[in-house]
């Protein structure tokens, strides 16, 4: 079983519409929850980091953790075009251990 | 303003020869890291390195090298052992307990 899975989609929605991505994992060590958003041939940019579980709210943006289920989401209201990215999620143990990332989801929203 | 710079933003490598690709950050983070993205591959972690002369090979290390001479520069040199070395190449920077900052990253191919 891969550490973390993340449906590569793509996921296309209208203008509008609330966007759900998600990731699994596996190991129950993981404390450090984060979402990438990383538009085509740039660098990913950190959208959202929470620790243990819980919602994270900022602007359109809920991140939500659930360690008993291993689930992480990521939450996006009235999604606008300029939300088209691969959002990638990522979880750490802590310290200076490395993240590990799911493999991205693409998701194209229509004007 | 604080950040990651890489350079160049392309290049291309002919067959047999070494390359050399810079990371440069003004953070003042500890950690760096060289990551390597294919598409459909996420992100694979070559290098990392938590602190100045010190450094971790990832899970794909092979063909490559790394320096980390002073705190704000993070080299990745691809070797002419690397076979496939076509790909985007994306450096990052953290500190403790926090997600990562990338860069804007470095195209690579081979001609």
């Known amino acids: 079983q891969k550490e973390v899975e993340q449906d590569p989609g793509p996921l296309s929605v209208p203008e509008g519409a609330i966007v759900s991505l998600n990731c699994t994992y596996s190991n129950s060590a993981f404390q450090y929850f984060m979402w990438y958003r990383q538009y085509s041939r740039k660098g990913p940019e950190l959208l959202m980091y929470?620790?243990?579980?819980g919602n994270k709210e900022d602007g359109r943006f809920t991140a939500q953790v659930d360690k008993s289920s291993k689930y992480i989401s990521l939450f996006i209201r009235d999604s606008q075009p300029s939300d088209s990215a691969t959002y990638l999620c990522?979880?750490?143990?802590?310290?200076?251990?490395?993240?590990?990332f799911g493999k991205g989801t693409m998701l194209l929203v229509s004007p | 303003d604080g950040g990651i710079t890489q350079s160049p933003k392309y290049l291309f490598r002919k067959e047999g020869q070494n390359v050399t690709l810079s990371c440069e950050q003004n953070l003042n983070h500890d950690a760096m890291y060289w990551y390597r993205q294919d598409p459909g591959q996420g992100l694979r972690l070559i290098y990392y390195?938590?602190?100045?002369?010190?450094?971790q090979k990832g899970d794909i290390a092979e063909g490559y090298s790394v320096s980390r001479e002073k705190k704000e520069s993070f080299p990745l040199t691809v070797t002419s052992a690397q076979k496939n070395p076509t790909a985007f190449y994306l450096c990052a920077s953290s500190r403790e307990d926090y997600g990562y900052t990338f860069g804007s990253g470095t195209r690579l191919t081979v001609v």
């Open positions: 929470t620790y243990s579980s």
């Open positions: 390195s938590q602190i100045v002369n010190d450094f």
């Open positions: 990522a979880i750490r143990n802590s310290g200076y251990s490395t993240l590990t």
